[in-house]
C-alpha cells in the first residue's frame, strides 16, 4: 500500500499520526469518496415529491447533505439530470461543507468568501442565509470566476456580489466590515488523492507545501484585516501539512495579538485537535486546543471524507489602520424605482401568472442594458462598490428573459406554460426546437400561444426554461442558454 506514496511523504505521515493508525490512514488515503450531495432549500421542502425512486439517500452528519446511490448512476451522470440542471442538488463532498457549517452564516449578514471559485461553499453560505444580506464572492482567477457565475446561477443565488482581485490585496479595498469570512485557503490538495488515486505518485511534491504556505500567511492576514470585531473568520485547507495548517493561524497570532481563537465542535463528526508541534516546529496551546483535523480513516455512519483542517477566528479589538479609499466605479448598477419594478413585476404576473409576492424580499437593478434580481442588501453594497458582476440575471439588454429566471421562477407559472413529453424533453435539452402538430394555437389550453409569445417549458416538476413561439403555433424556439444544453 505504501508503494503509492513518495517516501517523504510517508514520513511526514508517521510524525503526525500514532503508530497503530499509519496503515488506515494509507489504505483510506486513495480509496474513492462515497458520493454526495447538497440538497437547496427548494428541494429539501419538496423533496417527498420529487426525489426519483431510482435514487438512494442516506443521512449525513449535515443536515442538507446526503449519500447518494442511484439505480441508474452507469447510464446517466448526476450532472445530465434535472435535479443538478434546475439548481436542486450540489454534487460536493462533505469536507467541502464542513467551513460552512462552522462559519454558521446568518440571515442579513454580510460574508466574504476569499477564494470562492467553484462556487460550492458560496452557494451554500446563500442558501443558510435565504439569499438574504450580502455575499462577496471573490476569484483572482478568470476561468474559475466564470465557473463561479455559472454555478451562483444555476443555484438561483441573488444576494452575491462578484468580484475578482488578488485576495492578499483585497484588504486595500474594505475597511473592518465584515461580519463573516471563509478563507478556503488554496493548497497542496492532498486530500485530492480520494478523487484521484495517482496523485501522491504523479502530482505531490514537498516544495508545494512551502509554496502554498507562503500564499496562504499573506491571504489569512488580508483576511483578518477586513474583519469586524466579534466577527468569525474560518481559515480551512484540505491537506494535512502543518505548514500550511497550525504554522499559517500561528503567523496570524503572532502577527496580530487582537487574533483568537474559538472553539468547533461537531458532536457527529470524529475530529482531532490540533498539533502543538511538528517537527522542530512548536504551535501555542490555543491552536492545538481549539483548531480541528479531519483525518480520512476516522469515518462513522454519517461521516466519510478526505483530509482537512479547520481554525475559527475571532478579533478581539478593532486594528489601528489607515481607512480605505473605495475607487469610484464605472457603469454602477442602479437600483430601479419602485414604479420601474412594478412595471416589470405586473408584465410577469399578466404573461405567466407569476404573483408579484414571490419578488416581495427582492430589487430589480439595471447595469449596462441588463436587469438583475438581487437582495435590497446586496444591491445597495454592489452601488457603492466596484464589482464584476452581480445578483441574477433575468433580462438581457432587449429585454428578453434569461433562463436563468425562466428555470428558478418558472415552476411558480399558471399561464402560458408548456408541458413537454419525455421525447421532446430530450430534444429540448439537446437544444433543438420543438415541432408541433397540430399547432400550439388549436390546442384548448390556458394559455394565449400566438406566433412571437413567449413560453415556459416544463417537465413534470421542473421548469426547463423559455421558447418563443414561431410558424403559426408549430414550432417552439428554444431559447435554453447554449452553455446549459446537454
Not at 500550511?244 to 495579538?257: F, G, K, R, S
Not at 502543538?276 to 483535523?293: G, N, V, Y
Not at 479547520?310 to 424605482?337: E, F, G, Q, S, Y
Request: hydrophobic content about 40%.
Amino acid at each position: 500500500m505504501k508503494d503509492k506514496f513518495p517516501s517523504r511523504f510517508i514520513e511526514r505521515i508517521q510524525a503526525l499520526l500514532p503508530e497503530n493508525e499509519w496503515d488506515d490512514f494509507f489504505q483510506s488515503a486513495t480509496e474513492p469518496l462515497p458520493k454526495t450531495i447538497r440538497l437547496s432549500q427548494l428541494a429539501i421542502d419538496n423533496w417527498q415529491l420529487k426525489c426519483p425512486p431510482s435514487w438512494h439517500l442516506s443521512p449525513t452528519a449535515i443536515p442538507e447533505a446526503f449519500f447518494i446511490e442511484r439505480d441508474d448512476q452507469h447510464e446517466l451522470p448526476l450532472g445530465k439530470t434535472l435535479e443538478h440542471f434546475s439548481g436542486e442538488i450540489y454534487v460536493q463532498s462533505l469536507s467541502s461543507m464542513l467551513p460552512v457549517l462552522a462559519l454558521n452564516p446568518q440571515t442579513h449578514e454580510i460574508i466574504l468568501d476569499v477564494a470562492a471559485a467553484p462556487g460550492s461553499k458560496t452557494t451554500f453560505i446563500a442558501q443558510k442565509m435565504k439569499n438574504t444580506g450580502v455575499i462577496v464572492a471573490n476569484e483572482p482567477s478568470s476561468s474559475r470566476s466564470a465557473k463561479l457565475a455559472s454555478n451562483l446561477e444555476r443555484m438561483g443565488i441573488i444576494n452575491t456580489i462578484m468580484m475578482q482581485n488578488d485576495g492578499t490585496s483585497l484588504y486595500h479595498f474594505f475597511n473592518q466590515e465584515f461580519d463573516k469570512i471563509l478563507l478556503d485557503a488554496p493548497c497542496s490538495s492532498e486530500g485530492y488523492g480520494r478523487k484521484d488515486s495517482s496523485f501522491f505518485q504523479k502530482m505531490w511534491a514537498e516544495k508545494n507545501i512551502f509554496e502554498a504556505a507562503k500564499l496562504q500567511k499573506k491571504l489569512i492576514l488580508s483576511a483578518f484585516e477586513m474583519l469586524q470585531v466579534g466577527g468569525t473568520l474560518i481559515y480551512s485547507t484540505c491537506t494535512t501539512a502543518p505548514e500550511e495548517n497550525e504554522a499559517v493561524v500561528q503567523h496570524l497570532l503572532d502577527t496580530y495579538p487582537e487574533a483568537d481563537l474559538l472553539p468547533i465542535d461537531f458532536s457527529e463528526i470524529p475530529m482531532r485537535e490540533g498539533l502543538d508541534r511538528f517537527f522542530e516546529q512548536k504551535f501555542c496551546s490555543r491552536i492545538a486546543k481549539h483548531t480541528r483535523r479531519i483525518w480520512p480513516h476516522l469515518r462513522n455512519k454519517k461521516w466519510n471524507s478526505e483530509c482537512f483542517f479547520l481554525a475559527k477566528i475571532t478579533k478581539t479589538k478593532p486594528l489601528d489602520r489607515t481607512r480605505v479609499m473605495i475607487p469610484p466605479i464605472k457603469n454602477a448598477p442602479v437600483v430601479l424605482r419602485k414604479n420601474q419594478t412594478a412595471e416589470i413585476l405586473v408584465r410577469w404576473q399578466k404573461t405567466f401568472g407569476l404573483n408579484r409576492d414571490i419578488f416581495e424580499d427582492s430589487s430589480l437593478i439595471e447595469k449596462n442594458g441588463e436587469i438583475f434580481l438581487i437582495s435590497p442588501e446586496a444591491g445597495t453594497f454592489a452601488s457603492k462598490h466596484p464589482h464584476r458582476r452581480c445578483g441574477l440575471p433575468v433580462a438581457d439588454k432587449h429585454g428578453n428573459m434569461t433562463s436563468s429566471f425562466a428555470i428558478h421562477f418558472g415552476h411558480f407559472a399558471t399561464t402560458n406554460v408548456l408541458e413537454l413529453t419525455n421525447e421532446q424533453k430530450d430534444r429540448w435539452m439537446e437544444g433543438y426546437d420543438i415541432v408541433f402538430s397540430p399547432s400550439l394555437e388549436k390546442r384548448e389550453l390556458e394559455a394565449d400561444f400566438r406566433d412571437g409569445c413567449e413560453v415556459l417549458v416544463h417537465f413534470q416538476n421542473f421548469c426547463l426554461g423559455h421558447g418563443k413561439v414561431q410558424n403559426q403555433g408549430k414550432r417552439l424556439k428554444n431559447k435554453l442558454d447554449r452553455n446549459l444544453v446537454f
